[in-house]
């Protein structure tokens, strides 16, 4: 007599069932400045065609990005490898938790005909965190990096990687492969990282990014954080410090956006103004480049951030020659 097990759950798999059964938390009134005009352009259905032409994943439709109709209008995306599914649960995130699927393949050149079919100049590619695999997911980026180079060797590569934490070896792989700009971000200030970030480290990030410019100077690297999780200003500033501290070039800073009532709430609104104080102040503590506004995001407006990295570079030797 056999006995089959029927071990296919009939039911919609919950997208973060680690948060199924907290509370649900107030969602607070969203203020004028963070409206966005809702996706209905000719260009984001192209972009839209493309990315599922290719069987690819955007971190722009699984975070949820507010500028998603304008990016994808203009024909840029922000492709997420290895798959769609995180092995992290981070408080404020919208991307799936679970057990990841198999490393695609074919993933690699696929991107690579993607970035090439929609012109990109620049692109962004970003993952999940796959905490399941040896080495991070460390070799696929750099299988990304080179199939990218290959098939459009005009376009330049940015990386937003997670933090590769117990993996070793796994980031001098990435920079083996030579992005143009590395990312990896701290999300928000040391005292959150508990309730809102729990599975990482904040010094184990700064020095991922410190280690970056050890092993080769000339790669950019850049970080971002989001506000309105109940940090302090001067909390803020220190990270400032941080970053500078392991020679990081490019901040990032944008309003934190709850996606669900089961994710971290919103405590507070942060105003243009405040946005535009934090960019005064960290462009006087040295960094090449600051993105600071409501609705910045780490791969928003990338190709021309980038343009102004390397201008901002050159401006800096120059004015020590």
């Known amino acids: 007599m056999v006995t089959v097990l029927d071990t296919i759950d009939q039911k919609r798999r919950l997208r973060h069932p680690e948060k199924a059964h907290r509370p649900d938390s107030e969602i607070l009134k969203k203020p004028d400045w963070i409206r966005v005009k809702a996706p209905v352009s000719k260009g984001y259905s192209e972009t839209r065609d493309i990315v599922r032409s290719h069987n690819l994943v955007t971190v722009c439709e699984e975070a949820g990005c507010p500028n998603i109709g304008e990016c994808w209008d203009k024909k840029h995306a922000t492709f997420m490898i290895m798959g769609e599914i995180c092995t992290r649960a981070c408080a404020f995130c919208n991307v799936a938790t679970g057990l990841p699927t198999a490393l695609d393949p074919n993933e690699p050149e696929n991107v690579g005909k993607a970035v090439l079919k929609m012109g990109l100049s620049h692109v962004v590619i970003t993952s999940v965190d796959r905490d399941d695999l040896a080495d991070g997911g460390a070799q696929h980026f750099a299988d990304v990096i080179h199939a990218i180079r290959r098939i459009s060797p005009g376009t330049t590569i940015e990386i937003l990687t997670p933090d590769f934490l117990r993996k070793e070896g796994a980031l001098e792989i990435v920079v083996a492969a030579r992005p143009d700009v590395f990312n990896h971000n701290l999300e928000t200030v040391p005292s959150n990282y508990l309730k809102v970030r729990p599975g990482a480290r904040y010094f184990h990030s700064i020095r991922l990014l410190q280690r970056v410019k050890e092993i080769d100077p000339t790669i950019f690297t850049k970080s971002g954080i989001m506000v309105g999780l109940g940090e302090e200003r001067n909390e803020v500033l220190q990270l400032m410090d941080d970053l500078r501290?392991?020679?990081?070039?490019?901040?990032?800073?944008?309003?934190?956006?709850?996606?669900?009532?089961?994710?971290?709430?919103?405590?507070?609104?942060?105003?243009?103004?405040?946005?535009?104080?934090?960019?005064?102040?960290?462009?006087?503590?040295?960094?090449?480049?600051?993105?600071?506004?409501?609705?910045?995001?780490?791969?928003?407006?990338?190709?021309?951030?980038?343009?102004?990295?390397?201008?901002?570079?050159?401006?800096?030797?120059?004015?020590?020659?």
């Not at 990081?248 to 934190?256: A, K, P, S």
């Open 245 to 321: 501290s392991a020679d990081v070039d490019f901040m990032t800073i944008g309003q934190y956006l709850q996606p669900t009532r089961k994710h971290h709430p919103v405590l507070n609104y942060v105003t243009p103004d405040e946005f535009k104080s934090y960019a005064t102040i960290a462009k006087t503590k040295g960094f090449l480049v600051v993105a600071s506004s409501p609705l910045t995001r780490s791969s928003h407006h990338a190709g021309d951030d980038f343009a102004k990295l390397r201008a901002a570079r050159e401006a800096l030797y120059a004015s020590r020659s």
